[in-house]
């Protein structure tokens, strides 16, 4: 059974611009979950998407948002990166019973 | 006070020895715990999860929850060289989505 898959594996911004990160689940999974790991900083909850809707959020600024589509994958949006937000941003999915699966990450360095 | 505390080591054993590993957590409402297993440079990986005060054990690992003292451990038998990793203990509270992380403790198995 494959595993959650996330694209691209690493990526380079600058300051200012805006990326795209994007997560399939596991089969039959349909919920969703985004996380954050700063250098320093540990794992941090980014949001939650269920059946195609946020269904909670972390704390963070507004300019991170996302989406879930029917296919139950779903994309992670960063707007006016900072140099704050590089990070290895982590999916993971899990189906009824909230044991979470990650992704490999998306590494994002931000100049 | 941090909402899940783990003390971040390096917690170092012979291999072959039993590794024991700790975890505090400061909200009484949260429902399932969970430990990852992260090494260097990867992504977590989901080896234990427990809901219900007591043991659970898989293989070489057992996890016990003591929900009352708001504790709940890791205990890696016949400890291999292979388990060097980071180990992240995880709380989740009742349909919130959001994995609470500690920031981890280092294990280091000594051939």
């Known amino acids: 059974e494959a595993g959650v898959t996330q694209s691209p594996t690493h990526l380079i911004k600058t300051r200012g611009q805006q990326v795209t990160l994007r997560c399939s689940p596991i089969?039959?999974?349909?919920?969703v979950y985004w996380y954050q790991q700063a250098l320093g900083l540990g794992l941090q909850f980014l949001l939650w998407?269920?059946?195609?809707?946020?269904?909670n959020r972390g704390n963070f600024p507004p300019r991170f948002s996302g989406r879930q589509f029917p296919n139950y994958s779903s994309e992670l949006n960063v707007n006016a990166l900072e140099l704050e937000d590089s990070a290895l941003y982590l999916c993971a999915s899990s189906g009824w019973n909230n044991e979470q699966f990650f992704g490999p990450g998306t590494r994002l360095t931000v100049l | 006070q941090k909402e899940v505390e783990q003390n971040s080591g390096p917690l170092s054993v012979p291999e072959g020895a039993i590794a024991s590993l700790n975890c505090t957590y400061s909200?009484?409402?949260?429902?399932?715990f969970f430990w990852y297993r992260q090494y260097s440079g990867k992504s977590p990986e989901l080896i234990m999860f427990i809901y219900s005060n007591g043991d659970k054990e898989d293989g070489r690992f057992t996890a016990q929850l003591n929900k009352a003292s708001q504790y709940v451990s890791l205990l890696i038998r016949d400890s291999q060289p292979s388990d060097s990793a980071t180990y992240l203990c995880?709380?989740?509270?009742?349909?919130?989505?959001?994995?609470?992380f500690g920031q981890g403790t280092t294990l280091q198995v000594k051939p």
């Open positions: 995880a709380v989740m509270g009742s349909n919130t989505g959001k994995l609470i």
């Open positions: 998407y269920d059946e195609g809707e946020e269904r």
């Open positions: 089969s039959g999974h349909t919920s």
């Open positions: 909200d009484r409402g949260s429902q399932s």
